[in-house]
């Protein structure tokens, strides 16, 4: 899968040291996927959760953090909407929230 982009990830741990490696090993997993449906990306991530809008909520690191993406199976694609705390996470709506590019 392409993941666009892998500078809200960095932006994130550079403030959250805590997340570097779990957001890292998310980011390697996700390049390297083949999904081809919400089934196969269930065997990388079975507690992912989708959403409206063809997006998936990731939770990272043992839910410290949640990852929300708008994942295209048809084009290979992971579009990196939101990167935050659960406390952030829960003040958003993952449907509709913008990426912070």
């Excluded at 269930?42 to 990852?67: C, E, Q, T």
Aim: charged letters at 25%; hydrophobic letters at 45%; proline letters at 2%.
């Amino acid at each position: 899968m392409n993941v666009i982009s892998i500078r809200a990830l960095q932006r994130f741990y550079e403030k959250h040291a805590g997340a570097k490696q779990a957001l890292l090993l998310w980011y390697k997993t996700a390049s390297k996927a083949t999904w081809k449906d919400m089934n196969d990306l269930w065997m990388d991530y079975p507690a992912a959760d989708l959403v409206g809008d063809s997006r998936v909520i990731f939770n990272i690191k043992g839910n410290h953090y949640r990852l929300v993406a708008r994942v295209s199976f048809k084009y290979k694609n992971v579009l990196i909407k939101f990167v935050g705390t659960h406390a952030e996470y829960d003040k958003i709506d993952p449907e509709t929230v913008e990426a912070g590019l």
